[in-house]
C-alpha cells in the first residue's frame, strides 16, 4: 500500500513568517501537505511567501480548516507534538520513532503543531493517538515553530528513498599492502640517505614508528602516489612531479 | 576523558538574526559554544539578540576568529556540512553519525557552516577531516543555517546521557588542528623550496589534495612531531633528528 505523505497541521499560527519557514522545512525534507487551522492573519498571509524562500508550492497547496477536527478527518494516525501531557493517558514517542511509525502506519498521519506561544489545547492533544515530545535542555525549552516541524520532517525522511546523499565522486577505496609497503620501503631508503636513523640500535623501533604512522592513515592507491611524488620532490628537489 | 561541548563555527555568516536563531536552536540541545569566522556584519550585532529569544549566554560568550583554521585551532576533530564534495576525497558522513561520532572522538570536535547563500569554500571544506551532509529533498535543498544547526545538535543530543567512555588502554589523544596546521605549513614551505608545485595554477587544489591526505591520517601530536622531524631530515640530508 502507498500511504500518502504525512500532514502537517498548524494550529492557530500566528506569524505568516512562521507558516511560510514551516513550509520550507517540509519542502526540504520533501513533505507537502499543509494544513492550517485558523490562523490569526487569515490565509493566504503576505509574508509567508518570501520566508518560504521557494517552497510556494506548499504554500500555494496549503489547505484552512476551522478546527483541528476538520484538520484530520481523513487521517488514520494523528500526533500531537507538545511538551505536556496535561493529565492525558497518551503515549509519549520521540521524534525518532514518529519518524518510523509513520512509514508503518496502515493508513495516512497528521502531525499538530500548536500556536506559537500557546502551544496546542488540551483537546486538541486528546485527539491524538500519541505525543511527539522533542527531548529538549530543560533549561531552555522555546523550540521554534519550524525547527519543530523540521525535525519531525527530518526524521520522517530517514526512512524514505528520495532521501538522496552528497553529490560527487565515490570514496576511494584503500590502497592495497602491496602499495602501502612500496612508499615505506622509499621512505626508508630516503631517510637512510638522509642518515635520519640514529642511532642505529634504534633503527629497527624507529621504522616501526614511521611504519605504524604511515599505515593507520589509510591512504588510498591515489594518495599514496601523491605521497609518494612528495617525497620525490623533497628528496630531489627541482624535480617535477609526474603526475 | 571528559570532552568539552563541540563547537558550532559560522563562517562569514550575514545576517545577525540567523546568528541569533543559530545560538537558540544550540541551547534547545545544550550546545553553547558557538565561534564566528568574519561575522560580514561585525560583532556584537544588534539583530542577533531578539532572534535568539533567551539564548544570549551564547551569544555573550561567543568568540570571534578571523579564519576558519583560527577558529578550530584547539579542535582535533573538524566536520564541514556541505552538500557538495567539490573533488575532494573526505569521508562523507551523515547528521547521525555525526552525532555519534562526536561523543565517541578522543579530543574536541567543532562542525563549520558556511554563509548563509555561498557556503564554505572549497579550502574551508578541506580543513575537515570529515563532510557532513544532511540528506534533503533534491529538488529543494536549501536548508536554512539555524536550521542546519539545529539538526546537528538534535543529533548530538541523542548520546548526551549515554555517552560512556571506552574502558581499557587511552590511545594517543588526536592532534589539534594547530599542531596540523604547523606541520602542513612545514610541508607546505619545503615544497616550494622544492618547485613541487607545478604548473602553478594547480596549486590551490594540490595543497588541498595534500591537506586531505594529512587531515584523514588523525595523527596524534607524538606522531605528528615525527613526522615533521622526517619531513626536516628529508630536506636538510645529514641533519639529526631532534629527539
Redesign the interface.
Known amino acids: 500500500m502507498s500511504l500518502p505523505l504525512p500532514a502537517i497541521v498548524l494550529v492557530r499560527p500566528q506569524l505568516g513568517e512562521n507558516i511560510g ?1 514551516a513550509a ?2 517540509m ?4 513533505l507537502t501537505d499543509l494544513r492550517l487551522v485558523a490562523p490569526r492573519d487569515g490565509w493566504p498571509n503576505p509574508s509567508a511567501g518570501p520566508a518560504a ?3 510556494d508550492i506548499v504554500l500555494e497547496k496549503a489547505k484552512v480548516f476551522e478546527t483541528v477536527a476538520d484538520a484530520v478527518a481523513d487521517c488514520a494516525h494523528v500526533y500531537a507534538t507538545t511538551v505536556r501531557k496535561r493529565g492525558l493517558v497518551i503515549p509519549v514517542i520521540s521524534p ?1 520513532q514518529t519518524g518510523r511509525e509513520i512509514h508503518a502506519n496502515d493508513g495516512p498521519s497528521a502531525i499538530l503543531f500548536g500556536a506559537e506561544r500557546s502551544g496546542l489545547e488540551t483537546e486538541e492533544v486528546a485527539l491524538a493517538g500519541k505525543i511527539v515530545t ?4 530543560p533549561d ?5 515553530l ?2 519543530a516541524v ?2 519531525i520532517a ?1 526524521e520522517w ?2 526512512h524514505v528513498e ?8 565515490p ?2 577505496p584503500r590502497a592495497t599492502q602491496a602499495h602501502l609497503e612500496g612508499m615505506i620501503g622509499q ?1 626508508y631508503a ?2 637512510e ?4 636513523f ?1 642511532p642505529r640500535d634504534r633503527t629497527p623501533a624507529t621504522k616501526n ?2 611504519r ?2 604511515l599505515t ?5 592507491t ?2 599514496i602516489q ?2 609518494r ?3 620525490r ?9 609526474r603526475s
Open positions: 519557514k520550507r522545512a519542502l526540504n525534507f520533501g524562500s521557494g517552497a525518532e522533542v527531548p529538549v535542555n531552555f525549552r522555546s523550540l521554534n519550524a525547527q523540521i525535525l527530518y525522511s530517514k528520495l532521501a538522496v546523499p552528497t553529490e560527487g565522486e570514496e576511494e621512505l630516503a631517510l640517505d638522509a642518515h635520519y640514529h614508528t614511521i605504524t604512522i593507520k592513515a589509510g591512504w588510498s591515489r594518495e601523491a605521497m611524488g612528495i617525497i620532490a623533497l628528496v630531489e628537489p627541482g624535480g617535477r612531479p
